[in-house]
């Protein structure tokens, strides 16, 4: 045995937000559990990861060479795209289909307003070009690549300074032949040009979202490239023997160098990491149907849990920009802990979407703010301010808030407490319209569900806002603030994979469907490889299925041995057709469009500690004065004294390391085996 060998083994889960980057570790053989907050450095990005490293190091103990696993989810490409600061593209596509981006769907983001605009496309005319080449849907070729006509197509690429090229042909998803033709082409004429096509970055049928899928991809490339090599070179500087995992937008994990060439698949990858984790500790605290509710410094992200299981989508928008690929359903409002609040010119009150971020933040966190925010109106009502935040990284300056806020106040013509809860209820008002949009849309009663809230903002508003939604849950996990980097910590290698079939169901087709299925399982089972598992592959199948007639599929979960058997398969989704819009018909014709399958390699499940319950009157350390309707004084309770077992009744404050966590008037808390808190709204 190596005496040298190092003794712990750390798995570590690190998030990057708006305003900080969060850490959650976990020594397998003691069972020691450690989280850290690190505010971020948008001036130099990834100078945080070293700056908890070390500070994890000073205060835990942990050796950076323990490290057997590092799992890193990244806003780093969100951010590009949101920012539009990503790459100058060029896009190369057939001669007269020039326009399919600036077409797209011919939809308006808000069809009922008259001043809304379309976005601007993330490559502009000028800089698209067409050739000739023609392949038909049934995958024959028409015109085969004209090298002249794509060496031209570079060098007007070139002076138009594009530092990538995306290739994306009609009918590709068919057969992507003639997109690996031009690309090697490229490579040999302009090897300092980076090259994707639509069949490799997403397979999929319609060309508008095909095509803005691989944008998307080329977009943000050397931005997350750069992030990534970075991130691996920090790790390496601090002896970290483990390769780095990502997130991605599926919740799932893929290597680093994986992630370099597939980027567009980690643009949620912290919102979906988020709940992946909270799915996790909902399961652990023998909860079923659960809204999550993550407040970060710029936003507030929703989702539903179902059954244990997190819901799954392939329609999300990125700032502007739909993305096809298959990601953990969320919905996002601009309300955050940062978010600004304004008086616009007709007097009304305004909360976001505009934040203060990192910096210069609220104007409590003393960095320079002055305008007034969620977080300013929270301290000036006396819910916050009364411990240090963010692991004492922040000291909260009370005067600084009130300022803020009673600049906005005077605009109101109110004190400095009263705006500070038009503040609050405004966010939460927004927060509750986006609630309902998503419980309408998915057909869910919310009474039926415990709110769990997380993130730094999380808990400070979530039991308003259950109140406001009818909801009588709320729970709480022992460390909110870094739920996203415990997500890292459990979740599994996950790829996913499409074919488009594109065939009327019937009894002919089972051949055809077999062989779709043995070659999306085989590239499965090579891309859990490639990833570095060696386990059993879980593999999950689903179709996107219709009625003949109809222009958009809803999304069935197959048995694979339902392939030899159409008329099953047609079952399904009869009966999915009726769950989602009561109505189906069992007499039309179906059309399956496309196979899809998640390869899934399970990842190791850490065992956190747990605690007896022994009931007990929690007991709080302090009173301190808060403004509900009038001030009064509240007790105050540190988070790290409340064991397994403890009750206590709202109006009450809790104060932790990585957040503070309000309990309304009324509500009953109590605190399980796991030191989660269960509220009871119900009186």
């Not at 060309?207 to 991130?231: D, F, K, Q």
């Not at 909270?278 to 992200?301: C, N």
Request: glycine residues 10%; contains cysteine.
């Amino acid at each position: 045995m190596n005496s040298s060998a190092p003794l712990a083994d750390w798995k570590i889960g690190v998030d990057i937000g708006g305003t900080f980057m969060d850490f959650c570790a976990l020594e397998t053989r003691t069972g020691q559990i450690a989280s850290l907050k690190v505010l971020t450095t948008p001036d130099n990005p990834g100078a945080e990861l070293l700056v908890g490293l070390d500070l994890l190091r000073e205060r835990e103990g942990l050796d950076p060479t323990a490290i057997s696993r590092f799992v890193h989810g990244t806003t780093v490409g969100i951010n590009t795209i949101l920012q539009r600061a990503g790459a100058p593209l060029a896009l190369i596509t057939n001669a007269g289909f020039e326009d399919v981006i600036e077409l797209a769907r011919l939809g308006m983001p808000e069809m009922y307003s008259l001043f809304c605009h379309r976005p601007e496309p993330l490559i502009a005319r000028d800089r698209i070009f067409g050739i000739p080449v023609r392949m038909r849907a049934d995958g024959s070729e028409v015109i085969a690549p004209d090298a002249a006509a794509v060496r031209q197509a570079v060098a007007k690429a070139r002076q138009s300074g594009a530092e990538g090229i995306i290739i994306a042909f009609l009918h590709s998803w068919r057969d992507g032949r003639h997109e690996a033709t031009v690309k090697a082409m490229i490579e040999a004429e302009a090897p300092d040009l980076f090259v994707f096509t639509s069949s490799d970055v997403w397979p999929v049928i319609r060309e508008y979202e095909r095509t803005s899928t691989a944008i998307l991809n080329g977009y943000v490339h050397p931005r997350v490239s750069g992030y990534i090599a970075a991130l691996e070179n920090q790790l390496a500087a601090r002896g970290v023997p483990a390769r780095a995992l990502l997130t991605k937008s599926n919740g799932g994990l893929m290597t680093a160098s994986e992630g370099r060439r597939n980027c567009v698949s980690m643009l949620l990858s912290g919102t979906a990491s988020g709940v992946i984790g909270a799915a996790w500790l909902a399961r652990q605290a023998g909860e079923q149907r659960i809204l999550t509710l993550d407040i970060g410094g710029t936003s507030s992200d929703f989702a539903l849990i179902v059954d244990g299981g997190v819901q799954y989508g392939s329609d999300a928008l990125i700032g502007e920009f739909p993305l096809h690929i298959p990601s953990v359903s969320v919905s996002s409002i601009g309300i955050g802990g940062g978010s600004i609040a304004t008086v616009d010119s007709h007097g009304l009150l305004r909360v976001g979407p505009e934040s203060a971020g990192s910096l210069p933040g609220p104007a409590a966190y003393g960095r320079g703010g002055t305008q007034a925010t969620v977080t300013d109106a929270m301290v000036v009502c006396g819910w916050l301010g009364h411990s240090d935040m963010a692991y004492g990284q922040l000291k909260i300056d009370a005067a600084l808030a009130r300022k803020a806020v009673g600049a906005l106040a005077d605009r109101l013509g109110q004190t400095a407490e009263e705006a500070a809860q038009a503040i609050l209820d405004v966010a939460v008002s927004e927060m509750f319209v986006e609630v309902e949009k998503l419980s309408s849309r998915e057909g869910v009663d919310l009474r039926d569900f415990a709110l769990m809230p997380f993130g730094g903002g999380g808990p400070m508003l979530a039991a308003f806002l259950a109140r406001e939604l009818k909801m009588t849950r709320v729970l709480a996990p022992r460390r909110p603030g870094v739920v996203s980097a415990l997500g890292g910590l459990v979740a599994d290698m996950r790829g996913d994979f499409i074919r488009t079939i594109f065939t009327e169901l019937d009894a002919e087709v089972s051949g055809q469907l077999g062989i779709a299925f043995r070659e999306l399982a085989e590239e499965g089972h090579e891309w859990l490889k490639a990833q570095g598992y060696s386990g059993v592959a879980d593999l999950k199948l689903t179709a996107d299925m219709r009625y003949a007639g109809q222009s958009y599929e809803i999304e069935t979960v197959l048995d694979p041995d339902w392939l030899k058997e159409p008329a099953r398969i047609a079952d399904a989704f009869h009966a999915n057709h009726r769950l989602i819009y009561d109505y189906d018909d069992p007499e039309g014709r179906v059309e399956m469009i496309n196979l899809r399958l998640s390869a899934i390699g399970a990842g190791p499940k850490p065992n956190f500690p747990e605690e007896g319950e022994a009931p007990s009157e929690a007991r709080p350390t302090r009173h301190v004065p808060v403004y509900i309707g009038g001030v009064r004084d509240v007790p105050l309770y540190d988070r790290i004294q409340l064991s397994g077992g403890a009750t206590f009744d709202g109006p009450a404050i809790i104060a932790q390391e990585d957040t503070t966590f309000i309990v309304p008037e009324g509500a009953q808390a109590r605190v399980d085996r796991h030191l989660n808190i269960h509220l009871n709204l119900a009186k």
